[in-house]
Antibody, heavy 120, light 107 residues
């Protein structure tokens, strides 16, 4: 059974760094072809893809966030991470992580999401 | 970036109706197109992959099709549980891009 769960700080101030964790089970990021992606959704708005990380540590980012993103993983503990630097109110959103299986399953399983508010 | 133009943004429909939602890709994406359903307060759920393939557990009244750069999601015989927002996603090239969403609601 595949599960993913996001965790984060809940609220943070502008200019701080947002650190998010995705803890998953039912698959491994050390397995060929597996990956995890991050997607966010401001309240009442649409979905925005942020970044992917693959089993071989290949990483892809949305250039619209202008180098503010860093994605990483801890294979031993079945976790993936996303950092967003210099946050502002526009980064207020629900953040999701989702599983990727190369060639077959992009975002076939999603976490429940974690709400993050940026406010002074 | 590849733009996914999704229409309509809102779709009032009656139970039992047949409805179609469309995404137009600004560049060739092959069949690297997925459809997701999202209900209020819930995570998106994969409905269609590879433009035309039904994901596991999805009712057969859902179907996907492609005509050139237009990708469509059709729901036959609408049921109340289908009321949700639907998004398309292209994953042919980075950055991945979603359509803006279609809110399917009861007329």
């Amino acid at each position: 059974q595949v599960t993913l769960k996001e965790s984060g700080p809940g609220i943070l101030q502008p200019s701080q760094t947002l650190s998010l964790t995705c803890t998953f089970s039912g698959f491994s990021l050390s397995t060929y072809g597996m990956g995890v992606g991050w997607i966010r959704q401001p309240s009442g708005k649409g979905l925005e893809w942020l970044a992917n990380i693959w089993w071989d540590d290949d990483k892809y980012y949305n250039p619209s966030l202008k180098n503010r993103l860093t994605i990483s993983k801890d294979t031993s503990n079945n976790q993936a991470f996303l950092k967003i630097t210099n946050v502002d109110t526009a980064d207020t959103a629900t953040y999701y992580c989702a599983r990727i299986t190369m060639g077959i399953g992009y975002f076939d399983y999603w976490g429940q999401g974690v709400m993050v508010t940026v406010s002074s | 970036d590849i733009q996914m133009t999704q229409s309509p943004s809102s779709l009032p429909a009656s139970l039992g109706d047949r409805v179609t939602i469309t995404c137009r890709a600004s560049q060739d994406i092959g069949n690297y197109l997925r459809w997701f359903q999202q209900k209020p307060g819930k995570s998106p759920r994969l409905m269609i992959y590879g433009a035309t393939n039904l994901a596991a557990g999805v009712p057969s009244r859902f179907s996907g099709s492609r005509s050139g750069s237009d990708y469509s999601l059709t729901i036959n015989s609408l049921e109340s549980e289908d009321m949700a927002i639907y998004y398309c996603l292209q994953h042919n090239e980075y950055p991945f891009t979603f359509g803006s969403g279609t809110k399917l609601e009861i007329k």
